[in-house]
């Protein structure tokens, strides 16, 4: 599903130059449901940018879904995004001018599908995530739960290969947050591979496969599950202390 | 295409101050234009109304003096007209409309009963009645016949009626001018100018006669009809070559016979009022010019007050060309919608002007052509395209990452 080897990335913030990402190898297979840990800085969210074709790396290959994902035009980039990857923010980043609903339709009409057709669609991922009644609703009208639910609904409408998840309980409480982990199970059981970043351990620890980031370098990777995963499916470093 | 509308109309609902602000600098910038053009045909229209009123497309041609020695005869000699210059122009002046000519009598004397009063006394052709635009308020004006027969016959001026008649019709009645009596057959006003009614026409045979002067005359005028400038100055170039040959005077020698086409003062003030349009055109263009920037800073503000939202929708596949569209065409719906706001308000204003201020000579029937309407519809587009197209472009090249970094 993700292949990425030797993939660096670093930035110049003002006289120093910030290794975020080092040489990193990293294989995730399809279906697995992945958690990457870090504390701030440690190269996570950069990690997460460059799955996403967000962002683009200094050196490395990455290869998705049996794509190479290298010198894409930023118009091509923006079609893969659209196709195969499905975002989930700690922010929700919904449209706050938009309707719940509408909001839910935005990936498919980017994709050109007919509006009646689209919002069709969009109603039954409300419903999906349990929010049918609130179509109409602004953003604003929302609870903070009620806004990921309808921003995974989004995420998920294009029925996306990969679904990233940055922090996305970092802005709930828990009961709340556990309504949103039960939803990334029930996508991750369907088959849909997905990668979340996130702080927290006991949210980390719900997932199969914990990669944890320290200053741009994987310092463990472990899988939980071993039923369904076997370490030696793994090829990066295990461990590999700086 | 009916879903990008929607999302544009999404967008400018949402942002509506923004919005009417920016369709009412457009809109102003649009209405004055287009009123500054309207304005500018109507005070053209009014100069051209006068033109009409006044003075016909004639040509007027005076006797002078030669200033340049020509075939072996000194400058100084006095050109004079005669009846064979006017049989010449009848003939072979190509555009001739109407013509006539002019006997000035010398002595201006004229008497009825016990009055006597000084007035302009004129020997002329039956043409001249549409040349001078004389109005005949009683009677008749003077005839081939009268022509022919040299009948001692004049037409008076009111002028000339209120100076020599009290309370007599004067038709019928003989007057007393150089030492002679003629017969009044006519009344005229003439609406141009009141020194016009103290003349008295007598036909031009008549006045020869009367002076002992039989192939004589002072002047020639003629209208060319429908011709146009160009030809009307063929026509007056025609007329100088040949008074050049029949008097023998170099044709480069302006003086020695004076031509004056009013179509010159006409000319002149059409190209003063193409000079006034142009700087009209200026002014309101650089005015709509002010809208169109306005409307390319409030893009730049939109686009950079929407920079999350560019972000997330880049994030969940917008291609960068797909952001360039949006905001481009929702500059392009801005400008257009304000663009005929302000057309509409100002034809509007410009129709209210035409059906409420009386005919004047200043102002007369603002207009504003089909051309001017088109011109400016494709004016609104193109500013519209371009005030959006710079924004867009940044809008396009908004990084995503940065945009949803939480703020």
């Not at chain 1, 118009?75 to 980043?93: K, L, T």
């Not at chain 2, 210059?85 to 000519?101: I, N, R, S």
């Not at chain 2, 007057?175 to 609406?191: A, H, M, R, S």
Request: aromatic share 6%; hydrophobic share 40%; with cysteine.
């Amino acid at each position: 599903m993700i292949d990425l080897s030797g993939i660096s990335k670093s930035y110049q913030m003002g006289q120093h130059r910030v290794h975020a990402l080092r040489e990193i190898n990293l294989q995730i297979q399809p279906g697995e449901f992945v958690a990457i840990q870090g504390s701030s800085g440690s190269g996570k969210s950069t990690l997460l940018n460059v799955l996403g074709i967000l962002d683009t790396p200094d050196t490395g290959s990455y290869t998705l879904d049996g794509h190479a994902i290298e010198n894409l035009s930023t118009a091509d980039a923006a079609r893969y995004r659209n196709r195969f990857i499905g975002f989930v923010f700690q922010s929700f980043n919904l449209i706050h001018h938009k309707s719940a609903l509408d909001n839910v339709a935005l990936p498919l009409y980017y994709q050109r599908v007919a509006r009646k057709q689209r919002n069709l669609k969009a109603l039954e991922y409300l419903e999906h995530v349990g929010l049918k009644d609130r179509a109409d609703h602004k953003p604003s009208e929302l609870s903070g739960g009620q806004s990921q639910r309808v921003a995974i609904a989004r995420a998920l409408i294009t029925q996306p290969a990969l679904l990233l998840a940055d922090e996305p309980t970092g802005a709930l409480d828990t009961s709340t947050s556990e309504q949103i982990m039960n939803l990334f199970h029930e996508v991750n059981a369907q088959g849909m591979t997905v990668v979340l970043v996130t702080h927290e351990p006991d949210i980390a620890a719900q997932a199969h496969r914990s990669i944890v980031l320290r200053d741009g370098d994987i310092v463990s990777d472990r899988t939980r599950d071993a039923a369904r995963h076997n370490i030696s499916d793994h090829d990066s470093d295990p461990v590999n202390h700086s | 295409m009916i879903d990008q509308l929607a999302e544009i109309g999404d967008s400018l609902r949402t942002h509506k101050t923004r919005t009417a602000l920016a369709i009412l600098t457009v809109a102003w910038g649009i209405f004055m234009l287009v009123l500054l053009l309207g304005a500018g045909r109507g005070i053209q229209n009014g100069v051209e109304l006068q033109f009409k009123d006044d003075a016909v497309n004639s040509i007027r041609i005076y006797q002078g003096k030669t200033t340049i020695a020509h075939n072996g005869l000194a400058r100084g000699r006095s050109i004079q007209y005669s009846n064979a210059d006017y049989d010449q122009v009848q003939a072979k002046v190509p555009h001739v409309d109407k013509l006539t000519a002019r006997y000035y009598v010398g002595d201006n004397r004229v008497s009825y009963g016990g009055q006597q009063a000084a007035f302009d006394i004129r020997g002329v052709h039956p043409d001249h009645l549409y040349l001078e635009k004389t109005i005949i308020t009683a009677g008749r004006y003077i005839n081939e016949l009268d022509l022919i027969e040299r009948r001692k016959v004049c037409v008076i001026g009111l002028q000339v009626v209120d100076r020599l008649f009290a309370e007599v019709s004067p038709l019928g009645k003989l007057i007393e001018l150089g030492g002679t009596v003629c017969q009044v057959i006519g009344v005229f006003t003439d609406e141009g100018s009141r020194s016009e009614e103290e003349t008295v026409y007598m036909p031009v045979s008549t006045t020869q006669l009367m002076f002992a002067e039989p192939q004589r005359l002072h002047m020639l005028m003629y209208t060319v009809g429908d011709a146009s400038y160009q030809q009307s100055k063929d026509s007056e170039q025609q007329v100088r070559s040949l008074l050049a040959e029949t008097h023998n005077f170099a044709v480069e020698d302006k003086r020695a016979a004076r031509i004056y086409n009013n179509l010159d003062e006409y000319k002149k003030i059409t190209d003063l009022f193409f000079w006034v349009r142009v700087f009209v055109a200026v002014v309101g263009v650089g005015t709509v010019l002010t809208g169109i920037l306005a409307v390319s800073n409030i893009m730049v503000i939109s686009v950079n007050e929407r920079r999350r939202e560019i972000g997330i929708r880049k994030a969940i596949g917008a291609t960068p060309g797909s952001i360039t569209r949006l905001i481009v065409l929702e500059s392009v719906i801005l400008t257009t919608i304000a663009g005929y706001i302000g057309l509409l308000a100002s034809l509007g204003l410009l129709e209210l002007l035409k059906a409420t201020v009386p005919e004047n000579e200043y102002m007369y029937q603002p207009d504003v052509n089909t051309f001017v309407v088109v011109s400016v519809t494709v004016l609104v587009i193109a500013s519209g395209t371009l005030a959006g197209y710079l924004p867009a472009r940044r809008a396009a090249r908004i990084n995503p990452v940065e945009a949803l970094q939480p703020s």
